[in-house]
């Protein structure tokens, strides 16, 4: 690739434009600084800004077809060789205060030995963390670096997100072992956000296990070491990924499960209530027509009487269905 000048990478609205010094720092590109393979350049824009969309589309240090896709809809994670350079797409949790984790955040990076242009919409807070160290100078280095760290960052979000659902999951297991139902919902979204980082975290363990084996000119052997790390600790998560979405279907069937108890309890008491009230509901059916001869009806105490047969004999009912083990 022929030299890229800083003045060919001003964006005016760009999120961070930063030239790594070397040293694990960044000072601001200026247009008159140089990239090199020891010195790369880090553009990171947010391709839906008027001047960062114009910059990607006109812009000659970037392949024509690395345009659309870095201002594109993909977002499916995938590593793809473009001329000398490595188009990547990676996602990332959501940790912005509007939105829910698995809403995940789209990446797109295009990287050469001395150029890195990164795109997104959402806030990255995992470029943020990186981005904090760079400026305290213990940055990466280098391009290779550079995406090792990046890598490293969303890999420890995502289990960090990992562990929380697993922590979910432990939570409504102790739950109904008191026989307590988790809120209406709580369980479809649990189950949501564990497929739908399933879905996404697979191909991007994918994504890492091939930037470990690819032989990038600008990625070494140590930095390739670091990635297949992380591809290993992303595919352990994503056993308990495996682990968790089991376990929420046997949870589903024990919330279906008690649900049904619950509903065989109260229509078991209904019945119970209506075999003490049945023999009551009877006689008061048949004293309660006006016809001449209803015993009693000239007493006094007639109706005293009555009420005190029923009383008696309701809890007759419900005497011979407790010795019968019915309540």
Not at 8 to 27: C, I, K, P, R, W
Not at 134 to 149: A, D, Y
Not at 251 to 274: G, H, K, P, V
């Amino acid at each position: 690739m022929e030299v890229i000048k800083g003045k060919e990478l001003q964006v005016s609205d760009a999120v961070y434009a930063f030239q790594m010094d070397g040293q694990g720092g960044v000072n601001d590109i200026s247009p008159h600084c140089v990239a090199s393979e020891d010195k790369p350049c880090w553009l990171h824009l947010d391709y839906t800004l008027p001047a960062s969309e114009e910059w990607i589309n006109s812009t000659p240090v970037l392949p024509d077809t690395v345009r659309e896709a870095l201002a594109g809809d993909s977002v499916r994670p995938k590593v793809m060789r473009v001329g000398e350079g490595t188009l990547i797409t990676l996602r990332s949790i959501n940790l912005n205060a509007d939105a829910r984790p698995d809403q995940l955040v789209t990446i797109r990076v295009y990287l050469t030995d001395k150029m890195i242009v990164s795109t997104r919409h959402r806030k990255v807070f995992s470029m943020e963390e990186m981005i904090g160290d760079m400026k305290q100078g213990s940055g990466p280095k280098n391009t290779g670096r550079w995406l090792v760290e990046i890598c490293d960052a969303l890999t420890d979000h995502t289990s960090s997100f990992i562990e929380d659902l697993h922590d979910k999951i432990i939570d409504i297991e102790d739950d109904l072992m008191e026989q307590q139902v988790p809120e209406r919902g709580a369980m479809a979204l649990l189950r949501k956000q564990l497929i739908v980082l399933r879905r996404y975290m697979a191909p991007q363990r994918d994504v890492f296990s091939r930037l470990a084996s690819e032989r990038l000119p600008w990625m070494n052997d140590d930095d390739r070491r670091l990635m297949q790390e992380i591809s290993d600790r992303l595919g352990r998560g994503l056993d308990d990924l495996d682990a968790s979405i089991a376990r929420t279907a046997v949870l589903s069937d024990e919330i279906s499960s008690l649900m049904a108890d619950s509903l065989n309890r109260r229509t078991y008491t209904m019945s119970l209530l209506a075999m003490v009230f049945l023999p009551a509901t009877f006689l008061t059916g048949l004293f309660g027509v006006n016809l001449g001869g209803i015993p009693g009806n000239a007493s006094p105490f007639g109706f005293a009487i009555f009420c005190a047969c029923l009383v008696a004999l309701g809890g007759g009912v419900a005497l011979w269905m407790k010795k019968s083990r019915w309540l």
